[in-house]
């Protein structure tokens, strides 16, 4: 029998779990954030749940899956108030401490089930398409395109490693190590493919296979690696940047340390040779490039770097680039702090524990590219690429598929590849296809809420709750918000410190227009328009229909244009006019974006109207 | 809620309300961020790579990224253990998982190996698998043998 204390404990307990706690008796909060709607991949708004340090948020894919993604709520900011220029309402609720738990590990756990399905359809994808390359008699590694071909000069760097790995590996080991993998090469078999791929279920947390051709490609990769080892080759100058810019010169300590730095990643390179993981190659071809760039920064004392930008990165042409100079000096002035801060954590590391940070040097190596590539358009007249998203330098080359099986055996391969790749694709699309009503962002997410906070999934037929704007009323109806904040979008947070500071009539006239604002600036990615509507109610009819005038006026020029610009200008000129409709009755959908935004902190959260209510009215 | 007016304005405003339902594209097919600059992720659709775009962002502090690989690491280790799958081929996933995340030499950074402890926790593998498995993910080296057990430990 239990006895009365005990059992009115244990149905504390239980009542903690099932019901939400006021804001005043809970430690824990998590906030349900509604994202303003703006014209492009989202004119209906969009939902996220911040837990703990991640934001998840579902986002429709063009194959049309739902796919949950995660972020931290820094990077989540400056994606959608900063660049996307959305503002953000948080709905804070507040939960015990075991509800707050529950929801963290529902999402964590189905956003893990999910990446790894959808990587292991990654992996299908580059079987097949590896296959279809060595079918063609040639194959693309990554890292293969650093480097000259034989017979360049030998680069300083690289034979100084080269005579460090013989000194500890012993004479014949390039030879013997290369005689091996073309042993391998020709041993591999595209017939002793992966297992079948696992089925597919929420739950299941499946292994990507390695097959064949990734394995054929990982054996190349290495062979190609220990060639330039054995060769000593030069680095294409095409793969570095650098400026004369007095930031990327050499300082002291700079100078003091780079033989140090050079030395560990040295070390490192040398004990990557004894790795038995199967994909060493390209990282021993990464280490060499940066090896021989750091030589060539010794040599002109000056940071050259590898080029880290993106083939395809965003780009501000160099006519406009001299027209913007706030935003040159934002973007300046963020690179000259970032390299500042990698500089340090760097030397840090380096007298820390003597070993070559790798993450510590990415991130060097980034921010000198962020300075290198402004100072350059700035100094020499280029166009600017936009360092957003800077990637892991990879320069693919092309190279013969050597000791490749049969063409008949790679075809019967690429046939079951392919069949494999879409019967696990059409799996997937099953499992997480997007439905406009029954399986949107908002609908998952909520979903996803009610089982954690409820148990089970709560109906929702003949209800708007899939309306991004509307499931915020659903959410404080079954959830109980205790606080509405609002975090600005990066334009009315700068409206908002101008209002304070300068004359509110010269500030409403001089930022109404894209014209003459000193916020934003105009980019390829926004349709035509001429007045913001966001910050506006009573002029919003009013101003519609200027831009409407302006998105047709545009539309007509861009039909003579097409055949010159592609339709680029009837493009943005019909999307100017179609966003311009609802400004006509009072809504605005569009609010213009921004190619760069400062990651130095710029939101403020304010206080809309508390309590329960289901926030300010927009 | 019922819809007034004529029939014309009802057929307006489906369309209208269609375009107030829509959710995110997702960024990762509208921007080009990947987590490396090969030609693979290009000549492919950019929204294709699951790993790419999602935690390699270097708009991340060095912290954060480094947290988040480490949590990564120990979700891949303790799915690896539960399902028993080949060694090779979870060290290839190690290094595609590290390349995510903008690292290439994954053996040489602690993180891995901490990360790695801490997905023998969540596995809950007992100390006799424990040591064998610390010895086989570190080939031995005192000091990696030395990370795998504080990540196990945090899980304890």
Redesign the interface.
Known sequence: MIRPVARRAALAALLAILLPLPGWASERFIDYLYIDANEGGSSGGHVALHVDNDVFHFEYRRTGMLVLRRETLDEFRHQYAGLENRTIEVSRIPVSEARFRLVRERFRHRYFVQRRQLEVLDTLRTERWLLEQMLQGRVELDGAGFFLGEGSTPDPALIALRQRVLDTHGVEFLTQRMETLRRRLSALDPSEMSEHPPGTSVDETPAAPYGFSRRYRDTLTALTALEVLATARSLRSEVTITAAANDLRLGADDARQLPQLSDVLATSLVRLLDSPRPDWGFPLLLGMARLAALERTREAQQWVFLDVFHPNAEVIERARVVKRPELISAVLGDAQSALEVARVRLASRLRRDDTFGEGEFADLEAAGNRLAEIRRALDEGRDLRVPHHLVLPARPGVRPAVLAPSSTALAAGLVAARQREEAYGHALERLYGYNIVTRNCVSELLGELDVALRGDRVAVEGSLSFVPAASTLTVNERYGVSQVLRIPSHRRAGLARLYQEKNPLRVFLQESNTITSTLYWRNSRDSIFVFFTDDVVVTRPVFGAANLAAGMAASAVGLATAPFDRGKLLRAGLKGALFSLPELFFQNIRKGSFEYVSRAPDVSEMPSSSSSSPGSPR | ?RLRGSGSARVMLIP????????????S????????????S????S?????S??S?????T?A????RYREDVR?YTA??V??G??F?????????LA?SH????W???EATYVGIGAGLGDAAVDTAQLETYKAGFS?SDPLKMQAIQRGYDTRQ
């Open positions: 809620m209208a309300l269609l375009v107030l339902v829509g959710c995110s594209f997702s960024t097919s509208q921007s080009v961020s990947t987590s490396s600059a090969s030609s693979e290009s000549s492919r659709s929204e294709s790579s699951s790993r775009s999602e390699s962002s270097r708009s991340s060095g954060e990224r480094q947290s979700s799915a690896y539960r399902s799958a080949r090779d081929a979870f060290e290839k996933e190690l290094g595609e390349h903008g690292l290439t030499n053996e040489e950074d080939r």
